[in-house]
């Protein structure tokens, strides 16, 4: 498993929740990615920059990946373990994987992803999933570039959707 993978001159690694300048870069790329229009034009909420990373740290199946350029952090992934019942082991689930404008189209995607790879192959994984949207062409390239498809059991029955039902 590789701890730390270093590409050009991205250094990515998996975030510890206790160091404050991970805990910062989290919050200010999460909110980032959601004022971009892929993650749905609006920034967090004050509730949400506060108490995000500690939530993370509260859940022993959710870990993220970060990337940096020297300092400055340029890449973030949020992943939870999940668990699939007909191959009856975990799965990785990429929930946020965002790189910041300036940076895209440079590997850092790309790298992230070979690190969250590797981590979810150390738990047992038997796969990785995500959900991207039909608009962010670019992302859903380089998904199927690192060998992403969409998901479908029997072809006759097509591809599956992804639904969700606000609680609250």
């Not at 967090?44 to 859940?59: D, G, I, P, W």
């Not at 150390?122 to 992403?148: D, H, M, P, W």
């Amino acid at each position: 498993m590789h701890a730390v993978l270093s590409t050009h001159k991205f250094q990515v690694c998996r975030a510890d929740y206790a160091n404050p300048g991970h805990a910062s870069a989290i919050v200010a790329l999460l909110d980032a990615y959601a004022i971009d229009p892929a993650g749905g034009g609006k920034a967090l909420s004050a509730f949400t920059r506060e108490h995000l990373v500690a939530a993370l740290a509260a859940r022993p199946q959710a870990f993220s990946v970060l990337a940096f350029d020297a300092a400055a952090a340029v890449g973030l992934v949020n992943c939870f373990e999940g668990f699939s019942t007909f191959a009856c082991q975990p799965l990785v689930n990429l929930h946020d994987v965002a790189v910041l404008p300036a940076y895209r189209g440079r590997g850092v995607g790309a790298q992230m992803l070979a690190l969250v790879e590797d981590l979810a192959r150390a738990r047992g994984a038997c796969k990785l999933t995500l959900e991207v949207l039909q608009g962010n062409r670019n992302a859903g390239r380089l998904y199927e570039r690192l060998g992403f498809a969409d998901y479908q059991l029997d072809p006759a029955m097509g591809q599956a959707r992804f639904m969700q039902k606000w609680l609250g």
